[in-house]
């Protein structure tokens, strides 16, 4: 009977001193789950990253075709000026004006914001004489609707137009991307410069350089795509 206990006492000692994790065996798992929570916090942050620059780009995108919505369907939020030569019939003209030269301080914009306006004269620019100016429908003095501010830590990088959007090459420093009644059609302007561009694109970057590409065609196509920076 004594030895049945004691055999039995053993086993059990044996079965408890197995159970369980050593410290050493603690050690290991907790740095597996260190690595993995790693990675996966990474990975997060690089597609929380991906989000915000793909949704300024579509953002960019959808404030581009509202250009063209208002314009075609004759929207008149604001007077349009009658000219013999650039607008004879007082068409309702809608655009957005990109600008990152911080340098030249006369329209509000930079890197970080973007305007959409009613080319109230007809002159194919967006006209707004200072910072001091205040921007929105009937202020004096200026064509700006409203200033759209990139709240995220993406901003624009680039613009380019016609073969060196082809090239990659985003040199360009400011774009006008404008629609006139009632035509679809897009009229695309760099600086200013009103030469007619085919294409205008305009290329925004995350924290993380991610980037995308906001294409305008002058058949007033526009279309979002990513750039492979690896």
Request: with cysteine; aromatic share 8%.
């Amino acid at each position: 009977m004594k030895s049945t206990y004691i055999k039995n006492n053993k086993k059990f000692l044996n079965s408890s001193s197995q159970a369980g994790l050593t410290f050493i065996e603690l050690i290991v798992v907790m740095s597996i789950f260190s690595i993995i929570a790693s990675v996966v916090l990474f990975n997060f942050s690089s597609f929380n990253t991906n989000i915000t620059s793909q949704n300024l780009a579509q953002q960019i995108a959808l404030q581009i075709k509202q250009a063209q919505t208002e314009s075609i369907s004759g929207t008149r939020t604001v007077g349009f000026a009658e000219d013999e030569i650039l607008n004879p019939e007082g068409a309702p003209t809608y655009g957005v004006k990109f600008d990152i030269d911080v340098t030249d301080g006369t329209d509000q914009l930079d890197a970080k914001s973007l305007a959409y306006f009613a080319d109230m004269d007809g002159n194919g620019t967006y006209d707004h004489p200072s910072n001091q100016t205040p921007c929105g429908i009937g202020m004096s003095g200026t064509e700006c609707i409203a200033i759209i501010e990139i709240n995220t830590a993406d901003s624009i990088v680039g613009i380019c137009s016609d073969a060196d959007c082809d090239a990659g090459s985003y040199n360009e420093m400011q774009a006008t991307i404008l629609f006139r009644r009632p035509f679809p059609e897009a009229r695309l302007y760099i600086g200013t410069d009103l030469t007619p561009r085919s294409k205008i694109g305009i290329k925004v970057r995350s924290s993380k350089g991610a980037e995308r590409v906001i294409m305008t065609t002058i058949l007033g196509q526009v279309s979002v795509f990513g750039i492979d920076t690896q």
